[in-house]
């Protein structure tokens, strides 16, 4: 079997000017890096300028600290922001849930065939529901209930745990309570949300049968970062499904858990594989190579 190739990814974004491409190829030409793939957009409404750039690994003839310290001093003259990240790195992550179930499984599943480069770390829920699957999948599980009452000290314990386990990414897999203003802002860009497309329509409880009752000809989901206002943070992925009349509740229901799982885990893995930019409430997602 062949081993996968390893790559040295760059997020850049800055002021749009000339000269930014060529100077960054030379960058890292001088220093004989090879670039294994390069995507780059302009956003001419804002004048602003975004690249990725893939690097092969086997070229890197120093510590990946020097790296990016020599690479902080071409970025400081240029004025860039930028993110380094290394694809044999298997970022951690922690997939917080409530009751249901199928964007856990989902990405346990995808997970475990190779789909998504994490390692899911832990399981954390405000009910004990799902510590089966948890416990199935060998997956440390903690049960956190939350009250209004005891949400300070509940998050305190999310936040704990958090650290405790290094993690890198948290998945809110149909986690169905608010997070704190604070929570957000300490994990801003490390916090991904999945909901339904009906917001704001239908919000609160049973969201299908007031859908239904509408009638409906489109059910969708959205992913995206959470914010301090937690449904309006920039967006990574949408997808949308037409549906007709025939369809109960319940089927408005099942199809709309299908395009969840497959948003949600779109929006995971652009993620992890370092294929995100964020500009404002935006964010720029660059396609898998071909």
């Given at each position: 079997m062949a081993s996968i190739q390893k790559k040295i990814i760059f997020l850049i974004q800055c002021e749009d000017r000339k000269g930014i491409l060529a100077a960054t190829a030379t960058w890292f030409y001088s220093r004989s890096y090879n670039i294994l793939h390069c995507q780059q957009h302009t956003d001419n409404n804002e004048g602003r300028y975004f690249m990725r750039i893939e690097l092969d690994m086997k070229d890197l003839q120093t510590t990946r600290k020097e790296l990016e310290d020599d690479f902080s001093l071409f970025a400081e003259e240029y004025k860039l922001q930028w993110k380094c990240r290394y694809s044999d790195y298997k970022s951690r992550v922690a997939?917080?849930?409530?009751?249901?179930?199928?964007?856990?499984?989902?990405?346990?599943?995808?997970?475990?065939?190779?789909?998504?480069?994490?390692?899911?770390s832990l399981i954390i829920s405000n009910h004990p529901d799902l510590e089966l699957i948890a416990n199935q999948f060998r997956i440390p599980f903690y049960y956190l209930p939350i009250t209004p009452e005891t949400k300070q000290s509940q998050e305190e314990k999310v936040r704990s745990l958090l650290t405790r386990f290094d993690i890198d990414l948290v998945v809110l897999a149909r986690y169905m309570q608010i997070l704190s203003s604070d929570f957000t802002r300490a994990?801003?860009?490390?916090?991904?949300?999945?909901?339904?497309?009906?917001?704001?329509?239908?919000?609160?409880?049973?969201?299908?049968l007031k859908a239904y009752q509408r009638g409906v000809k489109m059910i969708g989901a959205t992913a995206h970062y959470a914010s301090e206002d937690l449904d309006q943070g920039p967006i990574i992925e949408q997808d949308v499904v037409r549906v007709n009349h025939e369809l109960t509740p319940n089927g408005l229901r099942d199809v709309g858990k299908d395009v969840e799982r497959r948003v949600l885990a779109r929006a995971v893995q652009a993620h992890?594989?370092?294929?995100?930019?964020?500009?404002?409430n935006r964010t720029i997602v660059f396609d898998v190579e071909g």
């Open positions: 997939i917080m849930v409530s009751k249901t179930s199928h964007c856990l499984y989902d990405l346990i599943a995808r997970n475990n065939e190779g789909d998504l480069n994490c390692e899911i994990w801003q860009g490390k916090i991904i949300n999945i909901h339904h497309g009906f917001l704001p329509a239908f919000q609160g409880a049973n969201p299908y992890l594989e370092s294929r995100i930019i964020i500009w404002k």
